[in-house]
C-alpha cells in the first residue's frame, strides 16, 4: 500500500509538471498585466483567473499531501508550498502567490540547463527580481509617502536590495511592502546558495570527467607497457633459442 501511494504520488508529479509551469507562467503574465493596468477595465477577469490558478496550486498541494506516505515528513519539507496556499488567503499577503511562481519556474528548469550555469543564473536572477519588482509595487504605489510609485522604481529598489548595495532613496512603507523586501533578502541569500552550489556541482561534474579520462588513459598506457613487456619476453626467449 505504502510503495502504491508513492508511485501514484510520483505518476501525479509526473503528470502536472508541465500544466502546473503554463499555469505559473499564466499566473505570472495575469499578475503582471493586473500591476501594469491598475483600475483597467480587465482588472477584475484578471482577479478571478489569479484566484482559479492559485486554486489548482491548492488543490495540487493537497493532493500531493493525500498521497504521501509520510506526511509529517511532507508537510516540513513543503513549509513554502503551504505557505504560498494558505496565506494568500489574506489580502495583505496576496503577493506569496508569487512564491510558487518561482518555485515551479526553479523546480522545472533547474536540471533542465543546470549544465548552461550562466544561462540558469540568469534567469533565475530574472525570474526573482522582476516578480520581487511586481511585489512591492502593488504593494507601495496607493501608500501616503510612498517612495516606490513606478516599475522603473520598484525595479531600482529590487537591484539595490538584491545587491545588497541599498542606497536608501527607495524604501517599502507598507506591511506589505517590508514582507517583500524581508522574502527578497532572505531569497537574495538564498539564490546566492543556489547559484555556488550549481556552479560547485558544475565544476565537480567537470573534474570527475577530466578525472575518468585520465583514469582510463592510464589504464590503456599500463595495458600497452604491459603487452610490451610480454612481447620483449617472447623475442628474448626466441632470440635465446
Known amino acids: 500500500m505504502l510503495q502504491s501511494n508513492e508511485a501514484r504520488l510520483e505518476r501525479w508529479e509526473r503528470k502536472v509538471e508541465w500544466p502546473l509551469t503554463a ?4 499566473f505570472l503574465v495575469a ?35 493525500t498521497l504521501a506516505n509520510n506526511k509529517f515528513w511532507f508537510f516540513k519539507t513543503h513549509l513554502f508550498d503551504l505557505a504560498a496556499v494558505v496565506l494568500p488567503m489574506v489580502r495583505q499577503l496576496r503577493v506569496l502567490r508569487l512564491i510558487t511562481v518561482i518555485t515551479l519556474l526553479n523546480k522545472k528548469f533547474q536540471h533542465k540547463i543546470r549544465q548552461r550555469v550562466s544561462i ?44 545588497t548595495v541599498g542606497y536608501g532613496d527607495r524604501y517599502p512603507v507598507t506591511a506589505e511592502g517590508r514582507l517583500v523586501a524581508g522574502l527578497l533578502m532572505v531569497g ?15 565544476l565537480v561534474e567537470k573534474l570527475r570527467g577530466v578525472e575518468e579520462a585520465e583514469l582510463e588513459t592510464v589504464q590503456e598506457l599500463r595495458k600497452l607497457r604491459a603487452e610490451l613487456a610480454e612481447l620483449r619476453a617472447e623475442l628474448n626467449t626466441r632470440s635465446g633459442g
Open 23 to 26: 499555469l505559473a507562467v499564466l
Open 188 to 202: 537574495g541569500i538564498a539564490l546566492l546558495g543556489v547559484i555556488t552550489g550549481t556552479i560547485a556541482s558544475w
Open 120 to 163: 540558469y543564473v540568469a534567469g533565475v536572477t530574472v525570474i526573482v527580481a522582476f516578480c520581487a519588482s511586481l511585489g512591492v509595487l502593488d504593494a507601495e504605489r496607493h501608500a501616503e509617502n510612498a517612495s516606490i510609485t513606478t516599475f522603473g522604481d520598484a525595479l531600482w529598489w529590487t537591484l539595490t536590495t538584491m545587491s
Open 31 to 65: 499578475y503582471a498585466w493586473q500591476v501594469f493596468d491598475d483600475h483597467g477595465v480587465m482588472h477584475f477577469s484578471l482577479e478571478i483567473v489569479l484566484w482559479l490558478v492559485w486554486a489548482v496550486f491548492a488543490a495540487d498541494y493537497v493532493t500531493r499531501f
